[in-house]
């Protein structure tokens, strides 16, 4: 992956480490913060955490649907508990405890998914989260939260901290690009536009935001002006921002590091159909689960670089 | 509310919450009478005599909780909660109704004086070692009881659960397994048997005790010493009857979840009399 462009995009931490950092700054601002890991705090990143405050720490061991309901008692207790794992192990062998003692009784649980999607690389399919986005989005209640890099991990962190009720924040293994400017506000329900164009909006989140704005540079040197915007906030969605995209670009194309069928990709649809529909182009993950790897060669093979995106928005301005 | 630790008094109680018990699972004809009748007296024990709960200030921060972790037993939890002021007696019969706070399985969102929301089995014991891990960041003297079904500890997550308070000495907990040998399917012998089940606790690291679930006196001695247990969460194994107090009901697999008919609600207030 390349790191420079005419963006500026300069390598950052992963947002895990972002997230592990942000943890700690939390922590010591507020003492009804806690964190809970099933062994693998130093993957977390929770690690940190434990470290300055351990009495705040909760080390459940390999188990991680106890977790999840260890953490809806403390929530309903009174304490603010990010429960962190790999996202594939926290979302699919916590759904079920996510579901009943989180989501339907809208305790105020932080749950924080990390190593998501295929660009943790050589561990292969059992670790992939490549569903977490949609199983996440359809609990009733939960707020879903898909920063893409290290400014919009520390703010998010802090906005699912602030916010009561359950959510779902998905970081990633990888050291990613910053794309946001230190300064950059980032809320709930929000969005950031990054780039404005006139002819096609593309949408991405997570890892997919850095390599929208590499394939806008290539768009824009072939005369083609896309707009970029990072939907961080899968659920609840920025559905002006999609609206206003729709009317003003009138072609839109969806870009991440996740199953097309059920992600961001598909909500944004949502919105768009029953506001402005237009021609859409989804970049993501097609039905089939991905193997070993580098992160980049995973990346290329299953179709998640800025020549994907250049692709989709050259099919979605045929149908325009 | 009157709290007692009058034996006489206590059983006087679960007769009027057998009562209530039998009438709202026929009104609602549907439910759950068996496991509700095995568990009386351990939950009017509880809320009646040993928890420190007030009703009129029910978010008590330093107040005792309880989570009915085998949540289809609702109507013994809605009626005890209900004698204790917590929630209105004349809406006991409107179980299972749309619009009723009295909800299928316990739902926090119509009666937020209720602990957790349960009803998917497994789940109670660990939401209640995280309250407990709450206390004890608090400093707080609350003390936390899960009553678990027999069939329930056939979840894995009990036994996550198990390990983890087990390890950590999580001695403001106490779980009470309501050992009633039933379960949806038929009897917990032939289904998936328990046996040895205080060895098993016992190897978790738990404070075990092996009571009879009926006798108000054994119960009480039972949470004393849960409370006087230092270093280790306690399992009290409550040796209890299916559909106990209505002679039809009793040890009837069919009673697990079926509701009696009118005739055989008229049947049982008599033998409740």
């Known amino acids: 992956m390349e790191t420079k462009t005419k963006f500026e995009l300069k390598l950052g931490m992963a947002t895990r480490e972002a997230f592990g950092k942000a943890l700690v700054e939390l922590g010591r601002e507020n003492k009804d913060i806690m964190a809970l890991d099933p062994d693998l705090s130093k993957s977390t990143f929770t690690s940190l955490f434990a470290k300055e405050f351990p009495d705040r720490f909760v080390e459940c061991g390999i188990a991680e649907a106890n977790m999840i309901a260890i953490a809806s008692g403390l929530a309903s207790s009174g304490k603010i508990p990010f429960a962190s794992s790999f996202s594939c192990f926290a979302i699919n062998k916590g759904f079920e405890q996510l579901r009943v003692t989180a989501a339907y009784p809208n305790v105020n649980v932080k749950v924080v998914g990390t190593h998501s999607g295929i660009s943790i690389g050589e561990d292969g399919p059992s670790q992939m989260s490549i569903e977490d986005l949609g199983l996440a989005c359809s609990l009733p209640g939960f707020t879903v939260l898909c920063p893409a890099d290290e400014v919009s991990m520390h703010a998010l962190v802090r906005r699912a901290a602030e916010h009561v009720g359950p959510v779902f924040i998905r970081a990633g293994r990888p050291k990613v690009a910053i794309v946001h400017a230190a300064s950059q506000r980032f809320e709930i329900g929000e969005s950031v536009q990054l780039i404005d164009g006139h002819d096609v909006t593309i949408i991405a989140t997570g890892l997919l935001v850095a390599e929208a704005i590499r394939a806008q540079e290539s768009l824009e040197a072939e005369s083609i002006s896309a707009r970029v915007i990072d939907m961080y906030s899968i659920k609840p969605l920025d559905r002006s921002a999609i609206e206003r995209a729709a009317k003003e670009t009138h072609a839109i194309v969806v870009a991440e590091e996740h199953l097309v069928a059920s992600g961001l990709g598909v909500r944004v649809a949502q919105v768009v159909a029953e506001t402005k529909p237009c021609p859409m182009e989804f970049v993501g993950i097609r039905d089939t689960y991905a193997e070993s790897g580098t992160p980049e060669e995973l990346l290329q093979k299953y179709g998640l670089m800025a020549s994907d995106i250049v692709a989709a928005v050259k099919r979605v301005l045929i149908r325009k | ?273």
């Open chain 2, 1 to 273: 509310m009157k709290k007692t630790s009058n034996v006489d008094e206590l059983q006087a109680i679960s007769k009027q919450v057998r009562r209530e018990i039998v009438e709202m699972i026929t009104h609602a004809k549907s439910g759950h009478p068996g496991g509700s009748l095995s568990a009386v007296e351990i939950v009017v024990t509880l809320f009646f005599d040993v928890m420190r709960h007030d009703p009129n200030n029910p978010k008590w921060p330093d107040r005792d909780r309880f989570i009915l972790s085998k949540g289809h037993a609702a109507p013994v939890l809605y009626s005890v909660m209900a004698e204790c002021g917590y929630t209105p007696k004349d809406q006991l019969n409107t179980l299972r109704k749309l619009g009723s706070i009295y909800q299928g399985h316990p739902d926090v969102r119509f009666i937020p004086s209720l602990e957790a929301s349960t009803g998917s089995l497994g789940e109670g014991l660990s939401i209640g070692i995280g309250m407990a891990l709450a206390a004890k960041l608090d400093q707080s003297p609350s003390r936390v009881f899960v009553v678990l079904g027999d069939g329930e500890i056939q979840e894995g997550q009990i036994w996550e659960a198990a390990m983890f308070a087990g390890d950590k000495g999580v001695d403001n907990l106490v779980a009470i397994v309501d050992y009633n040998h039933i379960q949806l399917d038929g009897f917990v012998n032939d289904i998936m048997p328990l046996d040895p089940l205080p060895e098993k606790w016992r190897a978790f690291n738990w404070q075990t005790l092996d009571i009879d679930g009926h006798s108000i006196p054994a119960l009480q001695s039972a949470f004393s010493e849960a409370a006087a247990n230092k270093g280790k969460p306690t399992v009290i194994i409550a040796h209890t009857i299916k559909g106990k107090g209505v002679s039809f009901m009793e040890n009837n697999p069919k009673f697990h979840g079926t509701a009696p008919t009118e005739e055989e609600m008229g049947k049982a207030l008599l033998e409740l009399a």
